[in-house]
């Protein structure tokens, strides 16, 4: 049985993402973890658009032909991802219920903008936004 694609697509120039992303790993039965950068045109962000998600807003996880977006997005990570480690344990602790995501999602995401905004970070703004270049 051919292994499902997992791309997970993030802004690269967020520390916090960053480190999320290179430190969570998912079960090898479920396939390989490809991150990707969001601020890089591709095919992918494309279709990411298309669909309307606002990756400053959030992370987007693509699971086979499956996405997931947000709260939804990270909840699904948990749900796939290993308990190997402290960070893995305590990812899978705090965002395995679907509840508690949507709780201490929209808290995370204020954090990082906030931290974006501090660094000087220019919004990624795919959806094309007017006005809408800074944090």
């Known amino acids: ?3 499902k694609k ?4 993030y ?3 967020c520390p916090v993402c960053h480190n999320y992303c ?6 090898e039965s479920v396939g390989e973890l490809q991150v990707v950068n969001a601020r890089e045109q591709s095919d ?3 279709e990411i658009t298309a669909r309307g998600f606002d990756v400053d807003q959030g992370m987007v996880l693509k699971l086979g032909e499956q996405f997931y977006y947000g709260a939804d997005a990270i909840h699904a ?3 796939i991802s290993t308990r190997t480690g402290i960070l893995n344990r305590m990812n899978y602790w705090l965002f ?3 509840r508690l995501s949507h709780i201490l999602y929209p808290v995370l995401r204020f954090l990082r903008n906030l931290l974006l905004k501090l660094l000087g970070r220019h919004k990624i703004n795919n959806l094309g936004h007017a006005g809408s270049d800074r944090f």
């Open 77 to 79: 990570l948990a749900l």
């Open 11 to 13: 802004d690269r120039e």
């Open 22 to 27: 290179q430190t969570v790993r998912i079960r």
């Open 96 to 98: 395995s219920s679907k």
């Open 1 to 3: 049985m051919p292994e």
């Open 6 to 9: 997992v791309l997970l697509v």
């Open 44 to 46: 992918l962000m494309d």
